[in-house]
């Protein structure tokens, strides 16, 4: 079997213009995130502190706007460019990013600021973030800032979709992805199977068992790293089977469609051995030891760097329909920033989201555009142009759609998803057994929120 250790991670970039804030606290998943819960008390007219900082001497008299990160590494030097470049095309407005270690870290620091009266001005939130803060009633609608020189017709209309509850926007996209299938083409070839990505689950089964001891240089090869820490795959994979996590907030995890799905994981993992579960996929499939990998689109640039092998790219599978999930972070608002604050922010997100920068952005993030600018320019044209797999990504978004409601709106449901899968793909349990006792384990927090969302969200 491939080795599952995991491979070395860059260390994160420290600049005098940013403050590395490390997340503080448990991760903010069992924090029930409803209006009240951080001490607030009346919110009329409420304005919080920001968080600490400097602001360097060259930039004294400007207002401070402060934004909150996930984004470490590469990214957060394509972003700090960006920032860069905007302090040098006015003279209002000063940026700090303070940079955390995940969107997780992220969250869990954000409940503790607000709980002590003090937030950030932009927040870079996931996904499967977002919402709970918009449920707690501290995120700043967006919608009215929209005038005739930036429209909500900047953004890719599925990922603003996205962010949008009860006909206002509240997360605007950033950094999106889908997931990717990535494949061997020197594996493919070795044993006869066509140049592409599988049509669908029951085709990439069939090519596993022709796969799963091949050896290449010298070490036997499965054909699929599975990630055990992450949902974010099985989310998609179980709406290719028919089924869902949840239709509202009513689980749906117990049907027949959705059992299907992990009990196929099931099966390839346990019975075919064509899986196994990974520490790291992407570097797995980088090195060799596995044929393929379900990835971000963000890991292209990563894998075309750490690959000594010519490899492909494809849609992913599907079964009875398609299963592609979308991903990544988004940019906040948050609602008690002061008036003055919220417009430099808004100027920031102007900036970030147009032109050059968003451009820029997308070309060093390797993140799917998000913004006409990005989706209609001339460089991101040429690099598909040039690397066709870049291309792949964008023409999947046609099929692709955001999490379901349970996901978004009920932060346990990650963790016992997580719990779900990896009884699956490590021990090899009963995939009816296991969704049963997920659905039942989430009944308190559905309970939880169900009033809220039905004020917030339902219709």
């Known amino acids: 079997m491939p080795s599952t250790r995991s491979r070395g991670r860059s260390a994160r970039p420290r600049t005098p213009s940013r403050r590395l804030l490390l997340g503080a606290g448990l991760f903010a998943a069992g ?35 402060v934004i909150w990160s996930a984004y470490t590494a590469h990214n957060a030097e394509v972003i700090q460019a960006n920032i860069d470049a905007f302090h040098k095309a006015q003279s209002e407005i000063y ?20 709980q002590a009266r003090q937030v950030p001005d932009i927040v870079v939130f996931s996904d499967v973030v977002w919402n709970r803060f918009y449920l707690a009633e501290v995120l700043e609608p967006l919608k009215g800032y929209f005038d005739d020189s930036f429209g909500t017709d900047t953004y890719h209309e599925r990922f603003l979709a996205e962010g949008t509850v009860k006909d206002d926007i509240w997360w605007l996209p950033f950094g999106r992805s889908t997931p990717l299938f990535y494949y061997n083409r020197e594996i493919f070839d070795a044993v006869g199977l066509p140049d592409r990505a599988p049509e669908t689950y029951t085709e990439y089964a069939e090519w596993g068992r022709e796969v799963t001891g091949y ?33 509202g ?29 990974a520490a790291d996929a992407t570097g797995d499939f980088s090195s060799g030891a596995c ?14 760097e750490a690959a000594t092998f010519d490899f492909g790219c494809g849609y992913l599978p599907q079964e009875v329909g398609p299963g592609v999930p979308t991903g990544g972070g988004g940019l906040s608002i948050m609602k008690y920033a002061s008036a003055q604050r919220k417009q430099a922010a808004w100027e920031v997100i102007k900036f ?12 060093g993030s390797g993140y799917v555009p998000s913004t006409k600018d990005a989706m209609e320019s001339d460089e991101i044209a040429a690099r598909s142009a040039e690397d066709p797999r870049y291309q792949v990504g964008i023409d999947q978004l046609e099929i692709a759609q955001g999490p379901d409601v349970a996901r978004r709106y009920v932060p346990e449901t990650l963790v016992e998803a997580k719990n779900a899968i990896q009884s699956v793909y490590s021990a090899g349990e009963d995939a009816e057994k296991v969704l049963t006792r997920m659905e039942k ?8 929120v169900r009033e809220k969302y039905e004020q917030r969200v339902g219709e």
């Open 441 to 448: 384990e989430l009944e308190p927090a559905i309970d939880r």
């Open 95 to 114: 940026v700090e990013v303070q940079i955390f270690d995940s969107y997780e870290g992220v969250e869990s620091k954000l409940s503790a600021s607000l």
């Open 31 to 65: 924090t029930p995130l409803l209006g009240g819960c951080f001490g607030l008390g009346d919110t009329e007219g409420l304005v919080l502190e920001q968080p600490g900082g400097e602001t360097p001497e060259e930039f004294a008299g400007r207002q401070r706007v």
């Open 291 to 304: 044929a393929t990998a379900l990835q971000s689109t963000g890991s292209l640039s990563g894998i075309k």
């Open 215 to 247: 050896e290449y240089h010298g070490n036997k090869v499965a054909m699929r790293a599975y990630i055990g820490g992450d949902d974010w795959y099985f989310s998609g994979s179980i709406w290719a089977f028919g089924g869902a996590y949840s239709d």
């Open 249 to 277: 907030l009513d689980m749906t995890l117990t049907t027949d469609e959705s059992i299907a799905a992990l009990e196929y994981d099931r099966t390839f993992i346990h019975d075919d051995g064509s899986g196994y579960l």
């Open 352 to 363: 970030l989201s147009t032109g050059q920068a968003s451009i820029d952005w997308t070309l």
